[in-house]
């Protein structure tokens, strides 16, 4: 059975870091895009960060550039997000997500191209 398990998220005040962890099992790994997604109350599901197969060109969104970082291990079948300078806007459910198999291109597409879904984690960014 396919899963993924997100990790590592807490309440943590504005400037410091976290990093999240996404477990994942049942399905041959680095086969897949794995993308980093989040939800705040009211708002629509946002794409964060993906990673593709060959650890290229991975993406992120305008307002994490430069402060997140994704990267995975093949071993450990786990993919992460390192946050650093965290601001309250970062507050949200944070999701990791299995893309398309093999293509290259898979982290362009949108979250209705993910079909397995961790439960998330939550990430609270206040003072």
């Known amino acids: 059975q396919v899963q993924l398990v997100e990790s590592g998220g807490g309440l943590v005040q504005p400037g410091s870091s976290l990093r999240l962890s996404c477990e994942t099992s049942?399905?041959?790994?680095?086969?897949?895009?794995i993308g980093w997604f989040r939800q705040a109350p009211g708002k629509e599901r946002e794409g964060v960060a993906c990673?593709?197969?060959?650890?290229?060109?991975?993406i992120y969104v305008d307002s994490v550039k430069g402060r997140f970082s994704i990267s995975k291990d093949d071993a450990k079948k786990t993919v992460y997000l390192e946050m650093n300078t965290l601001k309250p806007e970062d507050t949200a459910l944070y999701y990791c997500?299995?893309?398309?198999?093999?293509?290259?291109?898979?982290?362009?597409?949108?979250?209705?191209?993910?079909?397995?879904w961790g439960q998330g984690t939550q990430v609270t960014v206040s003072s």
């Open positions: 997500a299995r893309g398309e198999a093999y293509f290259l291109t898979a982290c362009q597409t949108g979250p209705d191209k993910y079909d397995y």
């Open positions: 049942g399905f041959i790994f680095d086969h897949y895009a």
């Open positions: 990673i593709t197969i060959t650890n290229d060109e991975p």
